[in-house]
């Protein structure tokens, strides 16, 4: 498997390819329709606004900067739901011992967001999960303590 540094799902570098075009386009108008207003006000030796747009302006381009070099060094890897085991872009099904049932989806850690359910695969419970299959049980050592997890199923 790639280092998890710049593995990403189809998903999420077509997410993250929205994201670029969105800064390049309408935040670049934005900022410059700020930046030209702010000019407008007179003299920008004592002008904040126009000082603020101007270090707005930096920032976003080094957003955009960083987005194209994530873009450019992106690993696409396919799930491998049809293998029958917990992989890089499986959704999977787990059981802990009180039978609450989560689901989670493992991502890149660029593409982590628990409260979507999309879990990184290099964190605790992924690394733990990774190559089992369902009816597997697996332990997790957390924070809390150890987790006992059963895999329900993979997709």
Do not use: C
């Amino acid at each position: 498997m790639p280092d998890g540094t710049n593995m990403t799902t189809a998903e999420g570098l077509a997410a993250l390819q929205r994201e670029l075009d969105e800064l390049e386009n309408e935040g670049r108008r934005e900022i410059a329709e700020r930046i030209k207003t702010a000019r407008e006000w007179g003299d920008l030796k004592e002008n904040s606004e126009y000082h603020d747009a101007k270090n707005e302006q930096a920032h976003l381009e080094t957003k955009i900067a960083r987005l194209r070099e994530r873009i450019a060094g992106a690993v696409v890897v396919e799930d491998s739901a049809g293998d029958g085991v917990v992989a890089f872009g499986s959704t999977v099904v787990v059981r802990d011992d009180g039978g609450a049932e989560q689901t989670w989806q493992l991502v890149s850690s660029h593409d982590a967001s628990p409260r979507e359910g999309r879990l990184s695969v290099e964190s605790p419970m992924a690394a733990a999960l990774l190559g089992s299959a369902p009816g597997a049980t697996v332990s997790v050592s957390l924070p809390r303590g150890e987790r006992k997890l059963t895999v329900v199923s993979v997709s």
